[in-house]
């Protein structure tokens, strides 16, 4: 055994005892749109498929590494920049990291690209306000339409179409698992998986 104290183990070491590399994507669009059920549905396929995968779900870290967080802009912001930074540490691991946050505005997603350079992928998961108030998985829609949630986004907080995303999944004419199959292809070409 080698022992060099000194080194730092270089990121491609890792990405190839992983057989795969790292990379996060980043899936943006309205509550409701699909993101985390179409980033569940990845996981399980990739995980299957001997890839390792880290889920970060915006709903699940405001429950712990952001739970001091609520939804004006700047907390939304800084939501978004401690996301990006855990995701940068495990993409440069070797992770193939999924992120699902709303991140509603172009200056956000900026912000996330800035911290994330190459490794960033947006993934822009399109339906609209109506499809998604129709499918209401939370019940957050009701409630927004009953006035009882402030900074709605696509009620009182707009939502700004990403203009050139890496790639659309738009979930009101693509199936869970066609989505799911768009992705795969995507991570083939950027050769993040083989
Ligand atoms: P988000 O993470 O974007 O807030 P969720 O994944 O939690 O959204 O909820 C999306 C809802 O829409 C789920 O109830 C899901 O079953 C439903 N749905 C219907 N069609 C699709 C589709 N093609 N892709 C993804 N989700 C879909």
Known sequence: MHIHPS??????????LLGQKGGV???????????STIANALEHVLHDKGRFVVRLDGDNLRTGLNSNLGFSDDDRLENIRRTAELGKVLASNGVIVLCSLITPRGAFRDLARGIL?????????????ATCEARDPKGLYAKAAAGEIKNFTGLDSA?????EPNLVIDTETLSVQDATFEILEYLRTKRLTV
């Open 25 to 35: 994507l980043w899936f943006c669009g309205l509550s409701g749109s699909g993101k």
């Open 117 to 129: 350079g190459d490794d960033f992928h947006e993934i822009y998961v399109k339906a609209d306000y």
């Open 7 to 16: 080194e730092t183990l270089p990121r491609h070491h890792k990405e190839t």
């Open 159 to 163: 939502f700004e179409e990403p203009q």
